[in-house]
Nanobody, 120 residues
């Protein structure tokens, strides 16, 4: 079955950096669209970044120029490099996968358990 396991979250001061990882199993990694989402307390889950099977990327306006999404095919791992972090980036971050190119839509089929990012 499909599994997505995130790691790399933590606490960081404003202006700092973190790199999130999402290890995948049980899916044809190279042909899936992958995305990062986040959910802050009291807010809806929102799309942060996505990368499709052709490695085309899309970003939410709030993170453009600061976050970078990438894939390592050999390691079957999705990354989110987050630089210049702000307190408003504080949220639980989730990775997601789908065989359809959903970009930043919330309707992905497969989800990880989430990793907490706190920026103070």
């Amino acid at each position: 079955h499909v599994q997505l396991v995130e790691s790399g979250g933590g606490s960081v001061q404003a202006g700092g950096s973190l790199r999130l990882s999402c290890v995948t199993s049980g899916l044809t990694y190279s042909s899936y669209c992958m995305g990062w989402f986040r959910q802050a307390p009291g807010k809806e889950r929102e799309g942060v970044a996505a990368i499709d099977s052709d490695s085309s990327t899309s970003y939410a306006d709030a993170v453009k120029g600061r976050f970078t999404i990438s894939k390592d095919y050999a390691k079957r791992t999705l990354y989110l490099q987050m630089n210049s972090l702000k307190p408003e980036d504080t949220a639980i971050y989730y990775c997601a996968a789908d065989s359809v190119n959903l970009q930043l839509s919330r309707f992905y089929t497969y989800w990880g358990q989430g990793t907490q990012v706190t920026v103070s």
